[in-house]
C-alpha cells in the first residue's frame, strides 16, 4: 500500500516527530526525548528531505513539537479504530495550523499538492502539514493504518505500508523481540 509520495513523506515525518517527542517506552526500554542539540539535530532529520536538510533553530523545533501531544491523539485513537476520535482531533489541528492547500511546482514542472500554514515559516507550514497529512490518511480508506505498536513496553507510533495491512508493530525489533518472548514461552 502507497500513499501519495507527498503524504507518505509528511506520515513519515509525523511518525518520526511524534516518536522523537513522545516521553513513554521504546523497544523495551523507557524512553525521554532528547532535550537541546540532540532535540534540534532530531527535529531536523525528521523534516529533511534527500534533496534539502532543513535546518530549524531550537526556538523553531519546541514550537513545532507543541502539536505532538494532539498528533499521537489521532494514532492512538485510529489504532482503537476509533476514526471519528481520530477525525476530530484532525480537524482541531486542521483549524489551528490555518492549513491551505497550494499547488506548487517541483523541480521538473509537475504540480503537487502541499498544505502551507497562513504564513509558510518552519514551525506554522509543517505543523500544517502534518495536520494535512493525516488528515488525508484518516479521511480515506487508509485511515485504519495509523498505529501504535503492540510490544509489551513499546508505545511507538508507525504507519502501516504494508500490502496486506496487517503491520502490529513499529519497528522488526520490535516484532522480533514478540517472537522470540512467545518463542521461549512454548518452549519452556
Known amino acids: 500500500m502507497r500513499f501519495d509520495s507527498h503524504v507518505e513523506r509528511l506520515l513519515d515525518a509525523t511518525v518520526a516527530l511524534v516518536n522523537l517527542a513522545s516521553?513513554?517506552?521504546a523497544h523495551g526500554t523507557a524512553y525521554e526525548p532528547p532535550a537541546g542539540d540532540d532535540l534540534v539535530r532530531g527535529v531536523a532529520d525528521a523534516t529533511s528531505s534527500p534533496e534539502r536538510r532543513s535546518r530549524p533553530t531550537a526556538t523553531?523545533?519546541?514550537a513545532l513539537l507543541a502539536v505532538v501531544p494532539q498528533?499521537?491523539?489521532v494514532f492512538e485513537a485510529a489504532d482503537r479504530d476509533d476514526l471519528a476520535a481520530a477525525a476530530s482531533v484532525v480537524n482541531d489541528l486542521l483549524a489551528s495550523t490555518a492549513a491551505r492547500p497550494r499547488l506548487d511546482p517541483d523541480d521538473?514542472?509537475?504540480y503537487q499538492l502541499h498544505f502551507h500554514g497562513p504564513d509558510?515559516?518552519?514551525?506554522r507550514g509543517w505543523q500544517a502539514g502534518l495536520a494535512s497529512g493525516l488528515a488525508m490518511a484518516v479521511g480515506s480508506d487508509l485511515g485504519g493504518r495509523l498505529g501504535v505498536c503492540a510490544a509489551p513496553a513499546c508505545d511507538r507510533v508507525y504507519v502501516d505500508g504494508s500490502k496486506n495491512g496487517t503491520r502490529r508493530f513499529c519497528s522488526a525489533r520490535c516484532q522480533s523481540r514478540v517472537k522470540a518472548a512467545a518463542h521461549r514461552a512454548r518452549t519452556r
Open 60 to 62: 523553531e523545533a519546541v
Open 108 to 110: 521538473e514542472g509537475r
Open 120 to 123: 509558510d515559516g518552519v514551525v
Open 71 to 73: 498528533v499521537r491523539d
Open 23 to 25: 516521553p513513554g517506552e
